[in-house]
């Protein structure tokens, strides 16, 4: 079975699509914040990509945070690295017992999901926000994103 379909099918869906290009657009600002502090990860471009995405894609709560939810998750990418830099930091630390490493890279894992859960959070405040600015000043219709 070939899964060309099932990608075709993703990138008809308008959801996927506006939610790919606001994440995308959110993703090299926020790469750059973790590359410019080496620890730290902003999460205000994915507040305007959640802003972006609600404002484009307004067509009820339930397909606002399908939405949001899917640009929050791709502009959090950069927690992946950030996850990754911790386990090869902790990994390679020579003093601590193993078990004591393991419950740490589990701790790390457990605030890297509580990350991008705090990314999304923060897409669906944005994308709220955006569907209120796109109900009172009106909708600019994109071509290929019909409602």
Same mark, same amino acid.
């Given at each position: @079975?070939? &899964?060309?379909?099932i990608?075709?099918?993703?990138?008809? +869906? +308008? $959801?996927?699509?506006? %939610?790919?290009?606001?994440?995308? %657009?959110?993703?090299? *600002? #926020?790469?750059?914040? !973790?590359?410019? #502090?080496?620890?730290?990860? +902003?999460?205000?471009?994915?507040? !305007?990509?959640?802003?972006? $995405?609600?404002?484009? !894609?307004g067509?009820g709560?339930?397909?606002?945070? &399908? =939405?949001?939810?899917?640009?929050?998750?791709?502009? %959090?990418?950069?927690?992946?690295?950030?996850?990754?830099? @911790?386990?090869? !930091?902790?990994?390679?630390?020579?003093?601590?017992?193993?078990?004591? &490493? $393991? *419950?740490?890279?589990?701790?790390? %894992?457990?605030?890297?999901?509580?990350? =991008?859960?705090?990314?999304v959070?923060?897409?669906?405040?944005?994308?709220?926000?955006? +569907?209120?600015?796109?109900?009172?000043?009106? &909708?600019?219709? =994109?071509p290929?994103?019909?409602?």
């Amino acid at each position: @079975m070939s &899964r060309t379909p099932i990608h075709r099918s993703l990138l008809e +869906d +308008d $959801a996927w699509r506006v %939610a790919l290009i606001a994440g995308v %657009a959110a993703l090299p *600002f #926020t790469t750059a914040s !973790y590359v410019q #502090t080496g620890s730290e990860i +902003d999460f205000g471009p994915v507040f !305007y990509a959640g802003l972006l $995405a609600g404002y484009l !894609y307004g067509s009820g709560a339930t397909d606002r945070s &399908r =939405v949001a939810t899917r640009v929050g998750i791709i502009g %959090a990418l950069p927690v992946l690295w950030q996850f990754g830099d @911790m386990v090869v !930091y902790i990994v390679t630390e020579p003093v601590s017992p193993p078990w004591f &490493r $393991a *419950f740490i890279v589990a701790i790390a %894992a457990g605030f890297s999901l509580l990350s =991008v859960g705090f990314a999304v959070v923060i897409a669906m405040i944005g994308a709220w926000v955006g +569907d209120w600015l796109g109900e009172t000043v009106g &909708r600019i219709r =994109v071509p290929g994103i019909g409602h």
